[in-house]
Nanobody, 118 residues
Protein backbone atom coordinates (compact mmCIF):
# COMPACT_ATOMS: atom_id res chain seq x y z
CA UNK A 1 0.00 0.00 0.00
CA UNK A 2 1.44 3.32 -1.09
CA UNK A 3 1.54 6.06 1.52
CA UNK A 4 2.85 9.60 1.56
CA UNK A 5 2.45 11.13 5.00
CA UNK A 6 3.29 14.78 5.49
CA UNK A 7 4.13 16.37 8.81
CA UNK A 8 5.60 19.56 10.22
CA UNK A 9 2.99 22.11 9.28
CA UNK A 10 1.63 24.67 11.68
CA UNK A 11 1.23 28.31 12.55
CA UNK A 12 4.26 30.57 12.25
CA UNK A 13 4.89 34.30 12.28
CA UNK A 14 6.22 36.11 9.20
CA UNK A 15 9.97 35.66 8.99
CA UNK A 16 9.83 32.36 10.81
CA UNK A 17 10.78 28.86 9.71
CA UNK A 18 9.18 25.46 9.39
CA UNK A 19 10.45 22.09 8.24
CA UNK A 20 8.05 19.81 6.44
CA UNK A 21 8.65 16.10 6.08
CA UNK A 22 7.05 13.49 3.87
CA UNK A 23 7.43 9.84 4.79
CA UNK A 24 6.98 7.48 1.86
CA UNK A 25 6.23 3.77 1.78
CA UNK A 26 4.92 1.15 -0.59
CA UNK A 27 7.04 2.01 -3.63
CA UNK A 28 10.70 2.23 -4.66
CA UNK A 29 11.33 5.69 -3.26
CA UNK A 30 14.85 6.10 -4.64
CA UNK A 31 13.57 5.74 -8.22
CA UNK A 32 10.97 8.49 -7.92
CA UNK A 33 11.17 12.21 -8.44
CA UNK A 34 9.69 13.89 -5.37
CA UNK A 35 8.00 17.26 -5.17
CA UNK A 36 6.22 19.62 -2.83
CA UNK A 37 3.16 21.42 -4.12
CA UNK A 38 0.94 23.89 -2.34
CA UNK A 39 -2.60 25.06 -2.68
CA UNK A 40 -3.97 28.20 -1.11
CA UNK A 41 -7.71 28.89 -0.78
CA UNK A 42 -9.17 29.96 -4.11
CA UNK A 43 -5.92 29.34 -5.96
CA UNK A 44 -4.63 26.61 -8.20
CA UNK A 45 -2.20 24.02 -6.94
CA UNK A 46 1.36 25.09 -7.71
CA UNK A 47 4.75 23.42 -7.70
CA UNK A 48 6.97 24.65 -4.89
CA UNK A 49 10.08 22.48 -5.26
CA UNK A 50 11.20 19.27 -6.92
CA UNK A 51 14.09 16.91 -6.38
CA UNK A 52 14.72 14.18 -8.90
CA UNK A 53 16.06 10.73 -8.17
CA UNK A 54 19.61 11.96 -8.79
CA UNK A 55 19.23 14.81 -6.31
CA UNK A 56 18.90 17.69 -8.75
CA UNK A 57 16.52 20.37 -7.54
CA UNK A 58 14.38 23.14 -8.91
CA UNK A 59 12.19 25.73 -7.23
CA UNK A 60 9.36 28.10 -7.91
CA UNK A 61 10.66 31.64 -8.33
CA UNK A 62 8.61 32.75 -5.34
CA UNK A 63 10.53 30.50 -2.93
CA UNK A 64 14.06 30.54 -4.37
CA UNK A 65 16.59 31.40 -1.73
CA UNK A 66 14.12 30.74 1.09
CA UNK A 67 13.12 27.08 0.72
CA UNK A 68 15.33 24.01 0.41
CA UNK A 69 14.16 20.56 -0.65
CA UNK A 70 16.15 17.47 0.30
CA UNK A 71 15.70 13.72 0.33
CA UNK A 72 16.99 10.79 2.32
CA UNK A 73 16.77 7.58 0.32
CA UNK A 74 17.77 5.52 3.37
CA UNK A 75 14.78 6.82 5.34
CA UNK A 76 12.41 7.25 2.38
CA UNK A 77 11.75 10.84 3.30
CA UNK A 78 11.67 14.14 1.48
CA UNK A 79 11.92 17.38 3.42
CA UNK A 80 11.19 21.01 2.77
CA UNK A 81 13.01 23.55 4.89
CA UNK A 82 11.12 26.83 4.73
CA UNK A 83 12.79 30.00 5.98
CA UNK A 84 11.78 33.66 5.92
CA UNK A 85 8.14 32.68 5.62
CA UNK A 86 5.72 35.22 4.22
CA UNK A 87 1.95 35.63 4.45
CA UNK A 88 1.73 34.43 0.84
CA UNK A 89 3.22 31.06 1.81
CA UNK A 90 0.04 30.16 3.65
CA UNK A 91 -1.35 27.04 2.00
CA UNK A 92 -1.82 23.31 2.26
CA UNK A 93 1.49 21.70 1.30
CA UNK A 94 1.31 18.36 -0.46
CA UNK A 95 3.93 15.75 -1.17
CA UNK A 96 3.97 14.27 -4.70
CA UNK A 97 5.81 11.25 -6.11
CA UNK A 98 6.41 10.79 -9.82
CA UNK A 99 7.72 7.44 -10.94
CA UNK A 100 10.07 6.41 -13.76
CA UNK A 101 9.15 5.43 -17.28
CA UNK A 102 7.42 3.55 -18.72
CA UNK A 103 4.71 3.41 -16.04
CA UNK A 104 5.21 6.90 -14.57
CA UNK A 105 3.01 6.16 -11.58
CA UNK A 106 2.12 9.15 -9.44
CA UNK A 107 1.04 9.49 -5.83
CA UNK A 108 -0.17 12.35 -3.63
CA UNK A 109 -0.10 12.84 0.09
CA UNK A 110 -2.99 14.28 2.08
CA UNK A 111 -1.26 17.55 2.81
CA UNK A 112 -0.22 19.58 5.82
CA UNK A 113 -1.44 23.09 6.60
CA UNK A 114 1.04 25.94 6.84
CA UNK A 115 -0.31 29.24 8.13
CA UNK A 116 1.82 32.36 8.27
CA UNK A 117 0.17 34.94 10.46
CA UNK A 118 1.08 37.60 12.98
Amino acid sequence: QVQLVESGGGLVQPGGSLRLSCAASGFTFSSYDMSWYRQAPGKERELVARINNYGATNYADSVKGRFTISRDNTQNTVNLQMNSLEFEDTAVYLCFANGPAPWRRTYWGQGTQVTVSS
